[in-house]
């Protein structure tokens, strides 16, 4: 399976993939998918919510059998002093190389900007995602 990733306000914190099954967490909650009767050349409509977050994007299966799914990742806005940062989809993974800790969703508008990171962070509403910020110093 190769998944994809797509910046949205609300996602699932994690999934957890075992060959075609998907699972998407969001606190303790958690929404399985199994996928391993979806047709070639199928077409995807909707998917369940897990704690009325949508968690799913797209599934298409190519002619070669291979699953493409496109997954959701939280972001909110950018903690990098008066530097805006949109989001733009991920490049195409492998399922088995999903780590929960990393943001393969990829921040734009940080062009000449050397010192930012990406993070989990909270904004002023409470909501988290990822997000870049200065990086920090560390005295040595």
Not at 106 to 114: H, K, S
Not at 126 to 137: A, D, I, L
């Amino acid at each position: 399976m190769k998944l994809i990733f797509k910046a949205v306000s609300d996602a699932p914190t994690r999934y957890s993939i075992s060959g075609e099954i998907l699972r998407a967490f969001k606190g303790d909650m958690c929404e399985e998918f199994d996928l391993t009767n979806f047709p070639v050349e199928g077409i995807f409509t909707t998917a369940d919510t897990v704690d009325q977050t949508e968690t799913v994007r797209d599934v298409t299966r190519d002619p070669s059998g291979r699953l493409v799914v496109t997954l959701l990742q939280a972001v909110i806005a950018s903690q990098y002093p008066d530097k805006k940062a949109h989001w733009r989809e991920s490049p195409t993974i492998d399922a088995e190389d999903y780590d929960p800790e990393i943001c393969y969703v990829i921040p734009t508008g940080m062009a000449g900007v050397d010192d930012y990171e990406i993070v989990q962070g909270v904004d002023v509403a409470g909501n988290t995602g990822w997000t870049v910020r200065k990086k920090e110093m560390v005295d040595g």
